[in-house]
Each structure stands twice: as C-alpha cells, then as structure tokens.
C-alpha cells in the first residue's frame, strides 16, 4: 500500500503497475509530482498522493532506471542499466536527448566494494 509507505519500502509499483520494481524516484514541481524509475526502463510521474495511476510514462531506456536527477521543475536526467543517460521533459513529458553513455568500469564488474 502506497498511501502508508508499505508498498514503496517492499519496492513495489504504485498502483499495482506493471513496470517492474522500483529502482529510483525524485520529486519535482515543488513536490506536487514524483517520477519513478522501474525495473523495466519505464519513467512514471505521478501526482503526489495519487499512486493509483500515473499521469504519464516515459519507455526511455531499454534496462532499469538506476537514477533520476531533476534539473529543475520540468526536466530530469535519468542512468540505465543500458548504459545511458537521457535528458527528459516533464508535462509535457518527452525524450529531449540522449546526453552520453557510462559504463560500469572497464572489467565489466561494476567496481565499488566496500
């Protein structure tokens, strides 16, 4: 259950979506909208507090989307499992552009440790 923070913690999709787990979220809009990046490539905004439905969806990437950094009130850069990182309007949600590719590190491992 979205609306008491249950479902978020288990990594669930508002609404019972179909996109997959959720991987990445960042508010916009002063916080009136949350954009939620799933397992699938799908973005999703949705109204603050209205998990039911999402307002729009954005299949950017074709891998899970890792992060989303918001810009400002109406654009965020999202990074893919797929290797990229594209720059999105949001209301009127579009692909602006895809602004380069990262990777995980030149033996393929990812890096980190810890």
Excluded: Q
């Excluded at 009130?73 to 009127?92: K, N, Q, W």
């Amino acid at each position: 259950d979205w609306s008491t923070g249950e479902g978020l913690a288990r990594g669930e999709a508002p609404g019972g979506g179909s996109h997959g787990a959720v991987v990445s979220m960042a508010a916009i809009k002063d916080g009136l909208s949350v954009l939620v990046g799933f397992s699938s490539g799908v973005v999703c905004v949705y109204a603050t507090g209205k998990w039911e439905m999402p307002t729009d969806a954005v299949p950017g990437h074709a891998h899970a989307v890792n992060a989303i950094l918001a810009l400002d009130a109406d654009t965020v850069v999202t990074a893919s499992d797929d290797g990229f990182l594209r720059l999105f309007a949001v209301h009127p949600t579009s692909l602006r552009a895809t602004l380069g590719s990262h990777t995980t590190g030149s033996d393929g491992g990812g890096g980190g440790g810890g």
